[in-house]
């Protein structure tokens, strides 16, 4: 699967509410299929992992900072672990939506590999969570 980058300046305009309603229904999330090849250059929708600058500077890691805070209203209404994790299986479809991926350095070709779901769904439980932070 190739992911298309975002022209300099452009964002992804989906709304959440809209989102939310289309995927009411049983995550598509086990139908998703991952990168089996290290891809050399993540594009701009890609959410990196990792720590340090690489990964907090990137496009496609702001963009997806900017969508979890859209998302966290709706999240923090959620009581139960299995609605909260369900959700954020929502979540990480909706990066799939945009051509988005989440990918880490692959230690033995230095290229990208994408991750497997679940380290994908506890990255965006995780940052559902949080508290905003500043940079």
């Keep these: 699967r190739k992911a298309e980058s975002l022209d300099e300046g452009a964002s992804i305009n989906v ?3 809209e989102f ?3 995927h009411d229904h049983p995550s598509t999330y086990n139908d998703y299929q991952l990168l089996t090849e290290p891809c050399e250059e993540p594009t701009d929708r890609d959410v990196l992992l990792g720590r340090g600058g690489l990964t907090n500077h990137h496009v496609g890691n702001k963009l997806y900072r900017e969508k ?3 998302f966290k209203p709706y999240y923090q209404k959620l009581s139960g672990k299995d609605e909260k994790q369900e959700f954020s299986r929502k979540v990480v479809n909706f990066v799939h939506s945009y051509g988005g991926r ?3 350095k692959d230690a033995y070709s230095d ?5 497997e779901k679940n380290k994908a769904r506890k990255k965006v439980g ?3 969570r949080e508290e905003p932070k500043r940079y």
Aim: aromatic residues 10%.
């Design 126 to 128: 995780q940052a559902l």
């Design 68 to 70: 979890i805070e859209d």
């Design 102 to 104: 989440f990918l880490e």
């Design 111 to 115: 290229g990208w590999v994408e991750v």
């Design 20 to 22: 939310l309603k289309r």
């Design 15 to 17: 709304d959440v509410d």
